[in-house]
């Protein structure tokens, strides 16, 4: 066989094998903006809630979580129609009662929602049904919680794997947020080995697809997004245009979510002194590839995706507090 063949075949191997596990990504420009018009949600008079409510998409519930109501904290809806379904989780320190509500979660048999308190460090179990029947329905608790790893933020997989955000002491006067995992029934918790070395101030929020099998990791004081696998594995490191302006006083990436086979991801670029929430969600191919920047033209608080229906719920700083994308036709 020609020797020059075997080389030329050998060469090409070694290029394509360094393409793959190629795992940093600079992007310079992220100029391709679209103006996108948001709709409104209003639910009227009857179903109050207070500014930083938080609006999550469950399995089949629209959760709203008012975290500064001084009576019932959760309030349900069908997440197809929209209509409402019940308000539940009364605050208080008494049995049953939330002292600092933490996340909800709906199980992986849909009969039940799961409610992290952390101020009572445990999780309650509401059964479904029982809620939608009796107002007064009272939880009881399913688990206890760790006092010494706190998840600030979780994700439900099953009753042993939740993804996890946990506030980590470096000193008296540093913390860092880091992802883990959790296993509910046993209280174990294993945080991610990877940290991106060049970040100084490590403040993520991350977004978990089990049907793409993939941990996305957004940093909220650096231009940068991280790509792993559901195993931590790292993929991608993707390096917008102001990784190198080494201010880690300036404010980026604010909530993200996976929808449809894109990463989507809400992205200020302003001081952390004049906290200016951002307008614009960042899209991303799976890979780390930018596509474009959603203008929406509103302050975004937080948002989740509803792939069924393909649109994300926001949670605003605007007159109007919730609102709705429709993303047909708007990604690709």
Known sequence: MDIRFILYTCLLFILFSCDDKQTDVYQTRRDNVVNVKLEKLDFGDDILM???TRIYVLDDFLEFSDYSSSQKMIHLFDKNTLSYVA?????GQGPGEIISLGQVMQNDKKDKLYVSDLGHLCIYSFDIDSLKRDKDYMPYIKYHMQPEMIPTYLTYVSDTLCFATY???????????VSGKWNMKTNEVKLMDYIQPDVKNYQTNYAYS????LFVEAHGR?????????SFNLKHNVYGP???????QKLNFFPTVICNGYIISAY??????DYMLPTKLLVFKMNGDYVKTLETGCKIHFMSADEDNERLFLSLDEEFQFAYLDLKGILN
């Open 210 to 213: 089990k049907k793409h099998n």
């Open 50 to 52: 207070g500014r930083g």
């Open 268 to 273: 200020s670029g302003s001081s952390y002194r």
């Open 167 to 177: 506030v980590q002491y470096i000193d008296n006067k540093t913390t860092r947020r």
């Open 222 to 230: 650096a231009d940068l997004i991280s790509i792993f696998d559901s």
């Open 87 to 91: 308000s539940i989780g009364d605050l």
């Open 242 to 248: 102001d990784w190198d302006d080494g201010d880690d």
